[in-house]
């Protein structure tokens, strides 16, 4: 079992910046490819980002493409989402999630494992 732990979230003007952090415990390693998703009010859970177990494979979604910088520290067991020129319509619930055994990286919910409660992001116009 993997046990993640978003935070980070809070209120910020558009065009302003936030860094997402998702920390991993219990049965932690490198091995585990990791998405960000976000959920506004309304709406369906979608894909934000995926990074590879090694780092070395990135993927985004139009919507961020250019804005946001999906990273991880293995050492620390923590993935990153960097937020730049944020839009009101990035404003949702924000959730960290993990694909286990080396998997590819996904945009695809129902490919991740374990998930985490969530941290809210909201943009003001």
């Known amino acids: 079992q993997v046990q993640l732990v978003e935070s980070g979230g809070g209120l910020v003007q558009a065009g302003g910046s936030l860094r997402l952090s998702c920390v991993a415990s219990?049965?932690?390693?490198?091995?585990?490819?990791m998405g960000w998703f976000r959920q506004a009010p309304g709406k369906e859970r979608e894909f934000v980002a995926s990074?590879?177990?090694?780092?070395?494979?990135?993927y985004y979604a139009d919507s961020v493409k250019g804005r946001f910088t999906i990273s991880r520290d293995n050492a620390k067991n923590t993935v990153y989402l960097q937020m730049n020129s944020l839009k009101p319509e990035d404003t949702a619930v924000y959730y960290c999630?993990?694909?286990?055994?080396?998997?590819?990286?996904?945009?695809?919910?129902?490919?991740?494992?374990?998930w985490g409660q969530g941290t809210q992001v909201t943009v003001s116009s």
């Open positions: 219990g049965r932690t390693g490198s091995s585990y490819t």
């Open positions: 990074i590879s177990w090694s780092g070395g494979t990135r």
């Open positions: 999630a993990a694909r286990s055994n080396r998997a590819p990286i996904s945009d695809n919910t129902g490919a991740y494992d374990y």
